[in-house]
Each structure stands twice: as C-alpha cells, then as structure tokens.
Antibody, heavy 122, light 107 residues
Framework: QVHLQQRGAGLLKPSETLSLTCTFYGGPFSGYYWSWIRQSPGKGLEWVGEINHRGESKHNPSLRSRVTTSIDTSKNQFSLRLTSVTAADTAVYFC????????????????WGQGTLVSVSS | DIQMTQFPSSLSASVGDRVTITCRASQDIRNDLVWYQQKPGKAPKRLIYAASSLQSGVSSRFSGSGSGTEFTLTISSLQPEDFTTYYCLQHNSYPRTFGQGTKLEIK
C-alpha cells in the first residue's frame, strides 16, 4: 500500500528545534518533489518547503533561514528541521507529494502523511 | 510571491445545489492550479489538477476550469459529504501559495 508516514516530536519549548521525518512506502521515491505544509489551529494551509531526490530544495521565504530540508533516498525518507521555534510555529505539519508534476514533467499522484501536531509552549 | 485570492470564504448551500468557488492569482500561472478538499482532522485530498483535470477516484460532480489568473471549482450537485473546506494551490512558481480556503456549510 502506497503511503507516507510521519514521525517526530510534538511538544517543543520556545527556541528549540522542530524535527520531523517522513517515509514513503510502496512506490518510487526518486523523480518527485517532496513537500512540507503546515496548518495553524483553525487556519489555512501554508507551504513550508520541498526537496527532490537530488537534494535540491526550496523553502518559504517567510521562514527565512530557520528551515532546512534533507533527503535520504536509500531509506525513502525526507526531513524537515525548523530552528528557534516560537508559539507562532504551533501547527499541524504535513508531509506530502504535493506537486502533480514530477521532475521530468510526468504525472505525480497525491500522497499525504497523517499530520503531526507540533505545539510550542514554555 | 503569487497571491491566491479565494472566494467566498464561506458558503451556505443545500444538498443538491450547484456551487462555484473562485481563485484569482495575482499573476499568470497558466494552468498550474490544484483544488483540494479538506475534512476536519484530515490531510487535504486532491480533487482537480492542471486546473481542470479530475483526479482519479474523485466524483465527476467536481469540475474545474480556468487558466491564467482566474479559476473556478464547481460542485454540480452537493452531497452531504461535500460540506467541508476547499483550497486552491498554485504550483507555477515559488513559494507555492494556497488560497485562504472556502468553508462550505449546510443551509
């Protein structure tokens, strides 16, 4: 069964580092863009960033230099790291294969992780 | 950044109604637009990609149209399970941006 599974800490203190990992099961990993999206409680969706199997990444400028993404193609995993978190970073974080277009222009199906609620509180 | 203006932000309708949700891009995004449905506590689900292509497994009562800067999602005959929140997403340029969402409520 093709799916994405997330793991990572859900409770952080201000100034700590958020760290999440997503693993893709049951399908090809290379050739696609792997994304992170977050959703603050009761709010809309915000794109955080994405990475491809070559390690080329793009991030939301609103997060400045706090965000990094990484990928491990040997494990079909990609990760998100967000430093110096504040209460404003409290959100459900999703990993996803968001773009309907793969690296070579082919169709890319829609897969999402289950979401991780990350709460930042002192 | 490309701004995606989605409207209405909320909409009341009845089962069987036809409804339309609009997303307007601040610049030309060709047809690089996706529509999502999100139910409470769940991840979004893709309905439409490339502005008008129906995602496999999605009911044909959902349809999308538009290109350039103006896009619409139409639900032809509302079913009880359709009363939830919808988002558009542009993937033409970085950063990717979502519309603010439309909450569809039962009248």
């Amino acid at each position: 069964q093709v799916h994405l599974q997330q793991r990572g800490a859900g409770l952080l203190k201000p100034s700590e580092t958020l760290s999440l990992t997503c693993t893709f099961y049951g399908g090809p990993f290379s050739g696609y863009y792997w994304s992170w999206i977050r959703q603050s409680p009761g709010k809309g969706l915000e794109w955080v960033g994405e990475i491809n199997h070559r390690g080329e990444s793009k991030h939301n400028p609103s997060l400045r230099s706090r965000v990094t993404t990484s990928i491990d193609t040997s494990k079909n995993q990609f990760s998100l790291r967000l430093t110096s978190v504040t209460a404003a970073d409290t959100a459900v974080y999703f990993c996803a294969r968001l773009s309907p277009v793969g690296i070579g222009g082919w169709y890319s199906d829609d897969y999402w992780g289950q979401g991780t609620l990350v709460s930042v509180s002192s | 950044d490309i701004q995606m203006t989605q409207f209405p932000s909320s909409l009341s309708a009845s089962v069987g109604d036809r409804v339309t949700i609009t997303c307007r891009a601040s610049q030309d995004i060709r047809n690089d637009l996706v529509w999502y449905q999100q139910k409470p506590g769940k991840a979004p689900k893709r309905l439409i990609y490339a502005a008008s292509s129906l995602q496999s497994g999605v009911s044909s009562r959902f349809s999308g149209s538009g290109s350039g800067t103006e896009f619409t999602l139409t639900i032809s005959s509302l079913q009880p399970e359709d009363f939830t929140t919808y988002y558009c997403l542009q993937h033409n340029s970085y950063p990717r941006t979502f519309g603010q969402g439309t909450k569809l409520e039962i009248k």
